[in-house]
């Protein structure tokens, strides 16, 4: 009896180990990542399948960039320092628009309405005129009203030099490299310049808050009278490509702001939107073509019409494609094959021509991947780096996997024979 009590425990034994080894080798077959690709987070994908613009920039320094990802598309002495002349007003807007409430009334001061030098573009305010955020930033940002950006800077910062510092600092947190401000609207200053790409990184970050996208894309806008002054104001947008009566309209710009000294010459940021492509352009120092048309507004075309004609977005993995399949050591054979797909496309500008096949990308999943999975769990990620710019998307199941019950059942009849023997054995005695 006793020989049989022993062949019924190292059956026992066998069972756990058997259960023991399974689980393992479920944990170990599901260990692992795409080894093919594994280097490829590290590797950018440089993208240069595109032809260089051939036509002439009539802007001393320009941009144009991705508004997305700000991938630099063109360029033309984009570091060098310049005088913005009124494209410096962006900034100021957006500060105004973080710190202030769009309902808050504002009191112009007589410091702030006589600021502004002779010749430069003003909106008519009076010392004591209260005006909302609102009606201030639409004539700021459409008329280029100067006398605004001080009531501005007084507001928020207590003086002009105080404001400055803020511009400074938040240029800085944006990107900006070589740039320094001295005043909130522009006003000529040989201390105050900035440079293509900083104001591109600038006008990127604008574009992203709806309320400044808003406003920059208005053709024009009305403001009521008030106590000091009894007539309604109406202003027009500066900027040409916004106004469809005009020789410079372009159907697809969306914004952003015009600036002109003598100093600065003629400067311009503009934003259009074409088959779900943004691009940003900054143009600085333009002068006159040839012929005698608008360097700024033909500059501004011609690299709108490079970009949308040789980039188009391409999704370069679509979603629900399948990345691995793996089998599930300790779920059930129905539920067992698992695929593991891909949750959402990622989209990225490429050139038109561009064979997305050729990207490089990594695939990294979690440890030990055992059943119960939910369907839609996020197991990974995938990742591609185009341009020292990272596009990633989660790695999801497919489908529910069921956790088997069968290795638990067999330990449970061993247990119950081995419980059985046991009994048995001590009745024979």
């Known amino acids: 009896m006793k020989k049989k009590l022993i062949i019924i425990l190292l059956l026992f034994i066998s069972l756990i180990n058997i259960y023991n080894i399974s689980f393992a080798e479920s944990n170990l077959s599901l260990n692992t990542t795409d080894n093919s690709n594994n ?17 002439q920039i009539y802007s001393e320094g320009a941009i144009l960039i991705d508004s997305k990802t700000g991938n630099i598309l063109a360029e033309k002495n984009m570091d060098k320092q310049l005088y913005p002349a009124s494209i410096t007003k962006v900034l100021t807007a957006i500060i105004a628009i973080e710190k202030l409430n769009l309902d808050d009334v504002l009191t112009a001061s007589y410091s702030a309405v006589m600021s502004i030098p002779s010749g430069y573009s003003n909106a008519g305010i009076k ?3 209260q005006f909302t955020v ?5 004539m700021f940002l459409i008329h280029s009203a100067n006398e605004i950006g001080f009531i501005f800077a007084e507001h928020i910062s207590g003086s002009v030099s105080e404001f400055a ?30 440079t293509a790409y900083d104001m591109a990184q600038i006008a990127k970050y604008c574009m992203k808050n709806e309320i400044f996208r808003n406003i920059v894309g208005k053709t024009s806008c009305k403001i ?36 002109f000294t003598s100093q600065a ?22 002068e006159a073509t040839e012929t005698g048309l608008s360097g700024r507004y033909t500059d501004a075309i011609n690299l709108f019409n490079y970009g949308f004609e040789n980039y188009t977005n391409k999704n370069i993995i679509e979603a629900n494609t399948i990345m691995k399949q793996l089998e599930i050591k300790n779920a059930t054979k129905e539920t067992k094959n698992l695929n593991i797909v891909v949750k959402d496309s990622i989209s990225v500008m490429l050139p038109v021509n561009y064979d997305t096949s050729k990207l490089q990308y990594s695939v990294e999943l979690k440890e030990n991947i055992t059943a119960p999975i939910a369907k839609d769990s996020v197991l990974g990620k995938i990742t591609y780096n185009i341009d020292g710019i990272t596009y990633s998307t989660d790695l999801i199941s497919s489908n529910d996997v069921i956790k088997s019950n069968t290795i638990i059942i ?18 024979v005695n």
């Not at 240029?171 to 001295?182: V, W």
């Not at 009894?230 to 469809?244: A, G, I, M, Q, V």
């Not at 010459?265 to 333009?286: H, R, T, Y």
């Not at 067999?410 to 009745?427: C, M, N, R, T």
Request: glycine share 8%; proline share 4%.
């Open 39 to 55: 280097n490829s987070i590290q590797v950018n994908n440089t993208i240069s399948d595109v032809p260089k613009p051939n036509f």
């Open 127 to 129: 010392e004591g005129e």
């Open 134 to 138: 609102r009606d201030l930033l639409d």
């Open 165 to 194: 510092n803020l511009m400074n600092q938040k240029a800085i947190e944006l990107g900006c490299k070589n740039t320094h401000f001295t005043n909130p609207s522009g006003i000529q200053d040989s201390e105050h310049y900035t």
């Open 224 to 259: 009521s009278p008030t106590e000091l002054y009894p007539e309604e104001r109406y202003f027009k947008n500066t900027n040409s490509l916004l106004d469809s009566s005009n020789r410079y309209y372009y159907e697809y710009a969306i914004g952003v702001k015009t600036g």
């Open 265 to 286: 010459k003629n400067c311009f940021i503009g934003c259009s939107v074409k088959d779900g492509i943004e691009l940003i352009i900054v143009l600085m120092g333009a």
């Open 410 to 427: 067999i330990l449970q009849i061993a247990l119950a024979i081995f419980i059985g023997s046991i009994i048995s054995v001590g009745v």
